[in-house]
């Protein structure tokens, strides 16, 4: 065997340096040559508004990898070549089975067959993902090996933010409780003790589950009495769209012009993107076809629905809610030049 | 005189609901292709189903179940973009091409008869 080539995707966790040098001593010593493979796969693509940064980062984490291994390697006599690449730059990797696949392209033009796994690896802000890519690797076939590494317990570190905890579990118990008294009653005593029963083991088992962000003690309220506000707002646009939409079909000579449009929106990932695809899909007239993170491409049915989408007041409405008054003083879509009308095929 | 009130009230918004209803499934028969169709699902679910709940939630006005109706109303609403976008999403990625301005320039669709034949 002339050389041993190993394939290593980094992500920034605490665990990445282990990882490299697991890498290097884990090489049987009669190669020649070893090739070290150092990838960091992206999550979005160079599009979004943070590829660029994320970019940079992704590049620093390489060079920083890349001394790693030609410290750790320095002591033996096998000469290191180190490659470094970023991939997923043009595609927009979703999911487990997505990076299994980049990765395996990436082994395949390369000729690699060995993979070394960071079991902390996370890509983005996505969460843990290590046992489903291990599925999707053995799936598509690469042969991987996890890198046994020290870290420190995760436990530790949930008690060492013990008040971020602690908020999580109070506005869950809160959630839970009311829902269980409003379908309840809330006047019967016996209620009163479960409910608070329920929520107390709701609270204490889902709450890291349903707030996956830390709660803000004065902005997350403040966010919520707003999103009440955001509710009737919501509605009448929908009543709006509806009766637009009405007219057009039942006149006979069904006046639609359907256009295939991508929005980019200017709302962070996660709720406030949900939020508004949503409220996008539910005013008849305007369907969210894909979300490619702040991508979003939407189906319009009517011209007048396709103008009220490409004015963003949707999109205007939900960073009220999330960012305040302040947050809703951007140019619309149109004049960013974030809209784009575009053919059916280019799904 | 109140009651009368109330009585009226829910005539008019099951009505209106009925309506909506009605035109959504008019929408669905018509409208050419699966995107647009689900344009016009979503209108039963919101305003048809928005409106009937609206009209129960003002019969059962007295009870405590008045709340349950608004409830429901709130899952529906939350569950329907969301139904409507796995089913655009999945015609989208079997491949089914969205008829828009530039395919069909000159061909209006025929308001006699649907026209089945390009929906796939």
Same mark, same amino acid.
């Given at each position: 065997m002339a050389a041993e080539r190993v394939l290593v995707p980094l992500s920034d966790t605490v665990t990445v340096r282990q990882t490299v040098g697991y890498a290097v001593q884990s090489?049987?010593?009669?190669?020649?040559t070893l090739e070290f493979h150092l990838v960091v796969a992206l999550p979005?693509? =160079?599009? =979004?508004?943070e590829g660029q940064s994320l970019t940079e980062d992704a590049e620093q984490l390489l060079s920083k990898a890349e001394s790693w291994v030609r410290e750790d390697a320095s002591s033996t006599a096998t000469t290191i070549d180190i490659e470094t690449a970023v991939l997923g730059e043009e595609e927009y990797l979703f999911g487990p089975r997505d990076y299994a696949r980049t990765f395996d392209t990436y082994a395949a033009a390369h000729d690699i067959d060995r993979l070394v796994l960071?079991?902390?690896?996370?890509?983005? *802000?996505?969460?843990?993902?290590l046992q489903p890519l291990e599925r999707e690797l053995e799936s598509v076939g690469l042969a991987y090996d996890e890198a046994p590494v020290d870290r420190p317990a995760r436990h530790e570190r949930l008690v060492s933010d013990g008040a971020e905890r602690f908020d999580k579990m109070f506005a869950m118990f809160w959630i839970s409780y009311g829902f269980y008294l409003v379908l309840g009653d809330p006047t019967y005593w016996f209620d009163l003790v479960t409910g608070a029963a329920v929520a107390g083991i709701v609270s204490v088992s889902l709450a890291h589950v349903t707030f996956s962000f830390p709660l803000d003690r004065l902005g997350s309220p403040i966010r919520t009495l707003r999103f009440g506000l955001y509710v009737p707002y919501l509605i009448v646009e929908i009543v709006k769209a509806n009766l637009a939409i009405s007219v057009v079909i039942l006149r006979p000579s069904m006046p639609i012009a359907p256009t295939m449009t991508r929005v980019n929106a200017r709302v962070r990932s996660g709720l406030p993107l949900l939020a508004l695809a949503n409220s996008i899909t539910l005013t008849?007239? *305007?369907? *969210?076809?894909?979300?490619d993170d702040q991508r979003l491409l939407i189906h319009t049915l009517i011209p007048s629905a396709r103008e009220d989408l490409f004015e963003g007041s949707l999109e205007r409405a939900v960073r009220f809610v999330f960012h305040g008054r302040k947050g809703t003083r951007i140019p619309t879509p149109e004049e960013r030049g974030d809209t784009e009308i575009i053919g059916g095929d280019e799904l | 005189m109140i009651e009368q009130l109330r009585f009226w009230a829910i005539v008019v918004l099951l009505g209106f609901g009925l309506f909506f209803t009605f035109v959504s499934a008019v929408g669905v028969i018509r409208l050419p292709d699966i995107y647009s169709r689900a344009h016009t699902a979503s209108q039963t679910d919101t305003l048809g189903a928005g409106l009937a709940l609206a009209a129960v939630a003002l019969a059962l006005?007295?009870?405590?179940?008045a709340i349950y109706a608004v409830l429901l109303l709130f899952f529906v609403f939350i569950t329907n973009p969301t139904a409507a976008h796995a089913i655009a999403r999945s015609a989208a990625e079997s491949g089914i091409v969205p008829l828009t301005d530039d395919t069909e320039v000159d061909v209006e669709p025929d308001p006699s008869t649907p026209d089945e034949g390009d929906s796939q």
């Open positions: 090489c049987p010593g009669e190669a020649e979005h693509d =160079m599009e =979004m508004p960071d079991p902390e690896y996370q890509p983005g *802000t996505t969460a843990q993902m008849p007239g *305007t369907l *969210t076809v894909r979300a | 006005g007295r009870d405590s179940m």
